[in-house]
């Protein structure tokens, strides 16, 4: 499919406490030493994605985030409704020199019906990451939409994949993105 680089974004939330930088480290060497075995051509990078839950404050704490390249943060909110305290979180990640990035803002129903949301998180200073499956033809039509809408608004600096399985590429390869990136990268 032409992707030279991959960056995983395991899931860092409440429901896998078992995944830590320290952790998640080790098994990116682990997939690094196989890949490299099986002269594997694609770059692999590792970051995360946060969910701003109750467990977030202590990570941001430590310092020690994983990030994309430049000291992106990835984060996501919970899945029906935004953090309350979601302004001091972003001002607390850049004043502790981070960028931070949400994934799949297309997907949020509570910010559906109102563009001015986020419009609001672009001048605190948020990037957005597009999820690529939200453009397939069997996802939600609120999502799509949404999606086109940011899209035209030209909110989205990076674009993800979002696969989780295997059989989740057949999706993947459909999407045709007429969309130029001002950065010009696919994460
Ligand atoms: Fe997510």
Redesign the pocket.
């Known amino acids: 499919m032409g992707y030279k680089k991959l960056i995983a974004t395991p899931?860092i939330n409440n429901l896998f406490p078992d995944n830590n930088p320290e952790k998640l480290l080790h098994s990116f060497y682990q997939i690094a030493q196989e890949t490299n075995r099986s002269r594997f051509e694609v770059k692999l990078g590792i970051a995360a994605?946060y969910m701003l839950d109750s467990g977030f404050e202590k990570h941001l704490l430590a310092r020690n985030l994983l990030t994309l390249d430049d000291r992106i943060v990835l984060i996501?909110f919970p899945t029906f409704q935004a953090p309350p305290n979601i302004e001091e979180v972003l001002f607390e990640l850049q004043l502790a020199g981070y960028k931070p990035m949400l994934?799949?803002p297309e997907r949020y129903s509570f910010f559906h019906s109102d563009l001015t949301k986020y419009e609001k998180l672009k001048e605190l200073g948020c990037l957005f990451q597009l999820n690529l499956l939200s453009l397939a033809p069997n996802q939600n039509d609120h999502v799509r939409n949404s999606a086109s809408k940011l899209l035209n608004c030209d909110w989205y600096e990076y674009v993800g994949t979002?696969i989780h399985s295997p059989d989740q590429l057949k999706y993947l390869s459909k999407i045709k993105l007429r969309h130029s990136f001002s950065n010009n990268e696919l994460l």
Do not use: M, R, S
């Open positions: 899931h994605e996501e994934a799949h979002d």
